[in-house]
C-alpha cells in the first residue's frame, strides 16, 4: 500500500515562514505528476502547486511569488517552502499526484496563519 506523508504544518504569524515536506516511494515522486493541495474550513481542497517529471513548476495565482515547490530526489522527499504566509493560507496541506488519486492521500499537515 501506498503512503505519502506530509509534515512540517505549524502555527505562526502573519508575514512567518514554513517549510512542508512530503515522504513518497520513488516511483511515485520520481516519474509522476505530482501536487500540493489544501483544504480550508467549509472549502473545496485546490491545488496550489505542481511539478512535471521534468521539474517544471506552476503555482495557483493565490500563492504565486510566495510558494516554492522542490523535490529531492536522492531523499525521496517534496518540499513546499512558504513564506509571506497570509490567514487565508490557513488550511490542512496534502501532497498527492496531479491530478489525484484518491488511495494516496495521506492525513495532510495542519498549517494555521494568525492575523
Known amino acids: 500500500q501506498v503512503q505519502l506523508v506530509e509534515s512540517g504544518g505549524g502555527l505562526v504569524q502573519a508575514g512567518g515562514s514554513l517549510r512542508l515536506s512530503c515522504t513518497a516511494p520513488?516511483?511515485?515522486?520520481?516519474?509522476?505528476?505530482m501536487g500540493w493541495y489544501r483544504q480550508a474550513p467549509g472549502k473545496q481542497r485546490e491545488l496550489v502547486a505542481a511539478v512535471t517529471p521534468g521539474g517544471s513548476t506552476t503555482y495557483s495565482d493565490s500563492v504565486k511569488g510566495r510558494f516554492t515547490l522542490s523535490r529531492d530526489n536522492a531523499k525521496n522527499l517534496m518540499y513546499l517552502q512558504m513564506n509571506s504566509l497570509k490567514p487565508e493560507d490557513t488550511a490542512v496541506y496534502y501532497c498527492n499526484t496531479n491530478p489525484p488519486l484518491g488511495a494516496y492521500w495521506g492525513q495532510g499537515t495542519q498549517v494555521s496563519v494568525s492575523s
Open positions: 520513488t516511483i511515485v515522486l520520481r516519474f509522476n505528476f
